[in-house]
C-alpha cells in the first residue's frame, strides 16, 4: 500500500496506469482534458490513460455528468472525447445521486481509490490523499461497484451529441431522460 498525495501523485498515476497489461476501470467524478500548457514537465495523466487504450488494453470509464455553475464549459465533456477518440469505451453517470468517488481498478489487481479527481488543481493545487493498494480482493470489490455504476450510465457519445445539440446546461436534463428511456427500451431498467 501507497499514500498517494504531493507533488508525486501524477508521476505514481502514470507508473500504475504504464505498469498496466489488460484492464483499466476508471470511476471519476471529475477528469479533465486542460493539461496543456502546465509547468514544464508536469505528467499528462490523461495523456497516460489514452496511451493505456492505444497499447491494446481494455479501458473503460464512468465519468459524472455534471452541469457546472461555475464555467461555460460541461466538466467531463473534453477528457470523455479524449478517451473516447483513443479507444476507450465510456459512459456517463447521471442519476438520483451524485457519482462522486474516484476509483481505478488496473489488472484486477490494483486500486487507486481516494479523493483526487483527474484534474490539474486535484493533483498538483490541492491538498488530497487516495491509496494504492496491491490486492486482488479489494479490486473484486471495487470491480463490482465499478459494474454497478457502469450498468447505470449510458454511452457518452449520446451525452457529448446532446451537448453538442443543446448546450450544457439543457443537454444534462435531456441526456438523463433519454439514457434512462434508452435502458428501459432495452429492458435494462
Known amino acids: 500500500m501507497k499514500v498517494l498525495t504531493g507533488p508525486g501523485v501524477a508521476a505514481d498515476l502514470k507508473q500504475a496506469i504504464d505498469g498496466a497489461t489488460r484492464v483499466?476501470?476508471?470511476?471519476?467524478?471529475?477528469?479533465?482534458?486542460?493539461?496543456?500548457?502546465?509547468?514544464?514537465?508536469q505528467i499528462d495523466v490523461l495523456e497516460a490513460l489514452c496511451q493505456a487504450a492505444r497499447r491494446g488494453l481494455e479501458c473503460r470509464a464512468v465519468l459524472a455528468q455534471i452541469s457546472s455553475k461555475w464555467s461555460r464549459e460541461t466538466p467531463n465533456v473534453g477528457a470523455a472525447a479524449a478517451l473516447l477518440d483513443a479507444g476507450w469505451y465510456v459512459r456517463m453517470h447521471r442519476g438520483p445521486?451524485?457519482?462522486?468517488?474516484?476509483?481505478?481498478?488496473?489488472?484486477?489487481?490494483?486500486?487507486?481509490?481516494?479523493?483526487?479527481?483527474?484534474?490539474?488543481?486535484?493533483?498538483?493545487?490541492?491538498?488530497?490523499?487516495?491509496?494504492?493498494?496491491?490486492?486482488?480482493?479489494?479490486?473484486?470489490?471495487?470491480?463490482?461497484?465499478?459494474?454497478?455504476?457502469?450498468?447505470?450510465?449510458?454511452?457518452?457519445?449520446?451525452?457529448?451529441?446532446e451537448i453538442r445539440i443543446h448546450g450544457p446546461r439543457n443537454a444534462a436534463k435531456r441526456t438523463a431522460r433519454t439514457g434512462r428511456e434508452l435502458l428501459r427500451a432495452a429492458g435494462l431498467r
Do not use: M, Y
Not at 483499466?24 to 514537465?41: E, M, N, T, Y
Open 97 to 161: 445521486r451524485l457519482l462522486h468517488e474516484k476509483t481505478l481498478v488496473i489488472d484486477d489487481r490494483r486500486c487507486v481509490v481516494g479523493s483526487h479527481n483527474l484534474s490539474v488543481s486535484s493533483i498538483a493545487r490541492n491538498h488530497e490523499v487516495s491509496l494504492l493498494i496491491e490486492s486482488p480482493e479489494l479490486a473484486a470489490e471495487l470491480r463490482a461497484l465499478w459494474w454497478s455504476r457502469w450498468n447505470e450510465a449510458f454511452d457518452a457519445r449520446a451525452a457529448l451529441e
Open 24 to 41: 483499466i476501470r476508471l470511476s471519476v467524478f471529475i477528469a479533465s482534458d486542460h493539461w496543456k500548457g502546465q509547468q514544464p514537465g
